[in-house]
Nanobody, 124 residues
Framework: QVQLVESGGGLVQAGGSLRLSCAAS????????MAWFRQAPGKEREFVAV???????YYADSVKGRFTISRDNAKNTVYLQMNSLKPEDTAVYYC??????????????????WGQGTQVTVSS
């Protein structure tokens, strides 16, 4: 199982930016799609963004154009750059690793490992 550790959360004003990082402890990091999810109080966990092993990306409509997911395989790290933050972006953000290597489609992402989460709070 892949160990994942998120960092970079915090408190920011609406319109501000944050960058989340997720470090993975697996030698074959580059073989897995990686994704970010979030869970707001009283709501279910929801998908935010995914980056495949081949660097293709896909975003939830609610963050498209504001958030950017990227990965650095040399550092075993995936990032989530969040710009133009809104109060409704407030949530615990979780990093996840795909359960299978070299998955063909990002739409088939299936989380096999989760990080512990990092809190993002956007004030109005």
């Amino acid at each position: 199982q892949v160990q994942l550790v998120e960092s970079g959360g915090g408190l920011v004003q609406a319109g501000g930016s944050l960058r989340l990082s997720c470090a993975a402890s697996v030698r074959t990091f580059g073989n897995y799609a990686m994704a970010w999810f979030r869970q707001a109080p009283g709501k279910e966990r929801e998908f935010v963004a995914v980056v495949s092993w081949s660097f293709s990306t896909y975003y939830a409509d609610s963050v498209k154009g504001r958030f950017t997911i990227s990965r650095d395989n040399a550092k075993n790290t995936v990032y989530l750059q969040m710009n133009s933050l809104k109060p409704e972006d407030t949530a615990v953000y979780y990093c996840a690793a795909d359960s299978s290597r070299f998955r063909r489609s990002t739409s088939d992402f299936d989380a096999g490992s989760w990080g512990q989460g990092t809190q993002v709070t956007v004030s109005s």
